[in-house]
């Protein structure tokens, strides 16, 4: 049985193996594929993984072969999963490989925005701190967070994951859900209403999927709801955020500063207003991809294949 991987470079530029999907059967990894050259790459073969390489409705109905999609993300919007479904065919995804290393990058971001560490040893290297008149030297202020508050939007797993680091550097968390955890309520965790979270919190990181209720939250109207110097950090979806608004935020120092993962056109257009705005870290949608993570992947890919090979498909997000 022939598995075709459309966009293998990403998840695997080489520090990892193929070697349990090349046990299954045939495989052919294409490091990318246009998406003029999908159906040709794929030809006849039962099995397709993807991880960006769009599968729209005309697309598979030019791939009657197809029986089963891998999609190798959590997010499965590049496959017509509707579409899918109608011509019989089985997609997966994979939910929760990222936990760890998700909420880590939140915090690489908090603490460059705290500390300004690259910056600071990039002052040292030009010979800054030689000339200092005064023992130490900073030219960006430093912030302790012990005290204060972490505002968590959206407490899946990843939310819950980011609140224990918080917790660990003795912050306090308000924590918002369409579905509140009590059970995870503390001493130093409580589930409290958006208003209240945009007014109290002095960082507010967003965890909650895309959806018509979530998409530009993060708009003028909620960001006059918070603290005069919040931080926030998206590691979420980008259009979550109106990127206007913040950049306005930004310039104007309501915002003290940004740390983003996502943006809402990927990669960055030139055009976007927050590649020019202040105090603003933009990274290009990496908080996934530690090896480690990209290996609990791989492995649950295989894993979803072999169980739909089995007659027990789990993670069908088309069922």
């Known amino acids: 049985m022939k598995t075709v991987v459309l966009d293998g470079y990403t998840l695997n530029p080489g520090d990892l193996t193929w070697d349990r999907l090349e046990k299954i059967g045939d495989i052919e990894v294409y490091?990318?594929?246009?998406?003029?050259?999908?159906?040709?790459?794929?030809?006849?073969?039962?099995?397709?993984?993807?991880?960006?390489?769009?599968?729209?409705?005309?697309?598979?109905?030019?791939?009657?072969?197809?029986?089963?999609?891998?999609?190798?993300?959590?997010?499965?919007?590049?496959?017509?999963?509707?579409?899918?479904?109608?011509?019989?065919?089985?997609?997966?995804?994979?939910?929760?490989?990222?936990?760890?290393?998700?909420?880590?990058?939140?915090?690489?971001?908090?603490?460059?925005?705290?500390?300004?560490?690259?910056?600071?040893?990039?002052?040292?290297?030009?010979?800054?701190?030689?000339?200092?008149?005064?023992?130490?030297?900073?030219?960006?202020?430093?912030?302790?967070?012990?005290?204060?508050?972490?505002?968590?939007?959206?407490?899946?797993?990843?939310?819950?994951?980011?609140?224990?680091?918080?917790?660990?550097?003795?912050?306090?968390?308000?924590?918002?859900d369409a579905v509140p955890k009590p059970e995870l309520e503390d001493n130093q965790l409580k589930f409290v209403e958006l208003d209240a979270l945009l007014k109290r919190s002095d960082v507010i990181s967003l965890h909650c999927p895309l959806t018509d209720a979530t998409e530009r939250m993060i708009n003028k109207d909620n960001i006059e709801k918070m603290k005069d110097g919040v931080i926030l950090i998206n590691t979420s979806r980008g259009p979550l955020i109106v990127e206007e608004d913040l950049a306005e935020a930004l310039n104007s120092g309501k915002v003290a500063g940004a740390g983003l993962d996502v943006l809402s056109v990927e990669p960055a257009t030139g055009d976007n207003p927050l590649l020019s705005a202040k105090n603003c870290i933009i990274t290009p949608h990496i908080a996934w991809a530690p090896k480690e993570s990209r290996n609990r992947l791989l492995k649950t890919a295989v894993d979803n294949l072999e169980a739909y090979m089995a007659g027990t498909p789990v993670n069908v997000v088309n069922g």
């Open 31 to 176: 490091d990318r594929t246009p998406v003029d050259l999908i159906t040709k790459r794929v030809g006849g073969a039962p099995i397709v993984l993807t991880n960006k390489t769009p599968l729209t409705r005309e697309t598979l109905k030019q791939l009657p072969g197809v029986k089963y999609i891998g999609v190798l993300a959590t997010g499965y919007n590049v496959v017509d999963t509707e579409a899918a479904r109608e011509l019989g065919k089985v997609v997966t995804n994979i939910p929760t490989y990222g936990t760890t290393a998700v909420a880590q990058f939140v915090f690489a971001h908090l603490l460059e925005i705290c500390h300004h560490v690259w910056n600071h040893s990039q002052e040292v290297v030009k010979g800054e701190w030689e000339r200092s008149e005064d023992f130490c030297f900073w030219n960006y202020p430093l912030v302790e967070l012990a005290g204060k508050t972490m505002g968590i939007i959206g407490m899946g797993l990843i939310g819950q994951a980011t609140a224990k680091i918080a917790k660990a550097f003795e912050m306090n968390v308000l924590a918002y």
